[in-house]
Structures are given as C-alpha cells and as structure tokens.
C-alpha cells in the first residue's frame, strides 16, 4: 500500500483488501478515476472484477485504502461524507511525515473510529 502511494504521488491512490476471516492477504491496486491530490473514487468496472476475482478465489472482500499525499493520517470530512464501504476496514496511508503512517478504521454507524492492527 505505501508503494502504491508513492506511486501515485502526489495524487491519491486507492485499492481493494481481500482475504480470509479477519487476515487480509491480498492487495489490489485500483486507479483513483478522479485522479486527484484530495479525493479517490475506485472505478465501477474494478470494483466489479474485484467482486468476480472474490467468487472464483472464495475469498472475502476484507478493506478498502487509500493514501493521503500530504495530510494526516485520518479520514477526511470528505471521507466521511462519501465513504460506502460500510463493513469493511478502512486504511489510510499518509505520506505526510518523513516516514509512511498507516491506519486502520471502522465505520462505527456514527464515524470512523480508529482499530489497531497486526502485520503477521
Ligand atoms: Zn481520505
């Protein structure tokens, strides 16, 4: 995910998490069709793909990212506005500080709120 960001520097990256139970395993890289330094929107069409990947694979879609180029590492009130990904986890990368800063949310009815995570 932070390569990805640092890819898409200066703009904003976006993907989709798959895995198994509560471990993701997979990381899919999507364009950001906005193609902007302060918002993303997954295509339809690879959201769509993702979901048949899913179905042949058997595995569960686990989590949405994206990166923050150059603001904290917290959802946006833009994100929160236009996040529709209720169930999912929800991982920011922000390449604002001198070292990548990762973190995980939940979408808890009301807002985000932030869940700690494992690398295995
Ligand atoms: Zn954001």
Known sequence: MVEHARREYPLECCGLLSGRGREIDTIQATCNQRRSRKEF???????FAFFQGLRQSGK?????????????????????????????????????????????????RVGFKSVSFRVV
């Open 60 to 108: 569960d879609h686990l989590g949405i990212y994206h990166s923050h180029p150059r603001s904290e590492c917290l959802p946006s009130p833009r994100d929160v506005a236009e996040f529709h990904y209720q169930g999912v986890s929800y991982w920011i990368v922000s390449l604002q500080g001198e070292k990548a800063d990762i973190g995980c949310f939940h979408w808890d």
């Open 41 to 47: 929107f997954v295509p339809l069409e690879e959201l």
